[in-house]
């Protein structure tokens, strides 16, 4: 038996914005791939520049989502076009080797894919921030009915957008470095919609038009959860099976170890959501206090260790030497960031994924 479950709380979207129940507003930009050799680590070395100068200009809005989606990739009209092309004499013999490997494309690969890049951003920072009362229309009898544990519906103007324009090309110019484009109207409600069509077969214009109707249909699907991050998706052309995998050990050293390039080579498609913030760096749980904190429980097990005469864990001494070059790096006023990659896969049956 399918189990209904409300796991996203937005209420409306207009163009690339999404405003949430709680008054905040999101930004989706879409950032195209950078074309680089495997081989050329160079390349890799600037794009990773680029990169980081982008990112130290997204410090002043603290968090963020970054989305790599496999999506489903229109084989058969890129053909189309190519056909448009073909040269008489050779037409016939150009179309039946065009069939051939479209048929080849569904045995080897399933349904042909292609990697796309999103980034998700919260439309806030230090000097600006939105009147919620304005955003979000709430009365008492709306509070008293939420605090009963009743569905309620939550009003808000239409305009509320409006407020946001501003901050809203303000991120876009920011993202400039990166190539990223605001994502259009239809962009924005399928991509929320996608997470709840993983691995099955969907018509794009239908899924659109359904969240055009209304937003409640952003779930619109049948759902069961398990407890070991597996859940079962259903809709009218079938089910599949999904799988998070949430990558919680890392190497100690993780210089050039490119997790994602590598991710992508594998003969299935795996969709990444890494989750972001920018550590804060002042107050009690800012990195620098968090360091002295561990440093100063790890040196203190190291002198209990040393007054016993006993061999300390190998991993302990190496713990405080890299709190105390993070104590060092925070003095010098670097940027730490802090996240959480999770890999999502599907497939037709539990034991596939």
Not at 168 to 190: H, I, R, Y
Not at 194 to 204: E, T, V, W
């Amino acid at each position: 038996m399918f189990k209904n479950r409300k796991y996203n709380d937005i209420i409306a979207f207009h163009k690339n914005l999404m405003l949430k129940e709680n008054g905040q507003v999101y930004a989706m930009f879409e950032v195209p791939a950078m074309n680089l050799s495997r081989t050329d680590e160079q390349a890799k070395e600037t794009a990773k520049a680029i990169q980081h100068s982008a990112f130290l200009e997204l410090i002043p809005y603290h968090n963020g989502e970054i989305l790599t989606l496999p999506m489903n990739l229109d084989v058969f009209s890129r053909y189309q076009v190519l056909s448009d092309d073909l040269a008489d004499d050779t037409r016939e013999l150009a179309e039946y080797m065009f069939d051939g490997t479209l048929d080849l494309f569904a045995e080897e690969m399933g349904t042909p894919y292609e990697y796309r890049y999103f980034m998700v951003v919260p439309l806030k920072n230090n000097f600006i921030s939105t009147n919620l009362i304005k955003t979000i229309k709430t009365t008492f009898e709306q509070f008293k009915t939420q605090a009963m544990g009743y569905l309620k519906e939550k009003q808000f103007y239409d305009n509320w957008y409006e407020e946001y324009e501003g901050l809203n090309d303000t991120l876009s110019s920011t993202l400039s470095t990166l190539d990223a484009k605001p994502t259009n109207g239809e962009q924005t409600l399928f991509i929320n919609r996608y997470q709840y069509l993983r691995g099955l077969y969907y018509n794009r214009d239908h899924e659109v038009h359904l969240m055009e109707n209304s937003v409640t249909n952003l779930e619109e699907v049948r759902k069961k959860y398990f407890v070991d991050g597996t859940s079962r998706l259903g809709n009218d052309y079938g089910e599949s099976v999904v799988k998070v995998l949430p990558v919680a050990y890392l190497p100690n050293n993780v210089s050039y170890f490119h997790l994602a390039e590598y991710i992508q080579t594998m003969p299935f498609p795996v969709e990444i959501n890494t989750k972001y913030y920018f550590n804060k760096r002042k107050g009690w749980n800012s990195v620098k206090k968090k360091a002295e904190r561990a440093l100063g429980r790890l040196k203190q097990t190291q002198i209990e260790a040393y007054e016993k005469d006993s061999i300390q864990n190998d991993n302990i001494g190496a713990s405080v030497e890299v709190l105390g070059d993070v104590i060092q790096r925070d003095n010098a006023n670097e940027v730490f960031l802090s996240y959480l990659m999770t890999l999502i896969i599907t497939g037709e049956s539990v034991e596939e994924v």
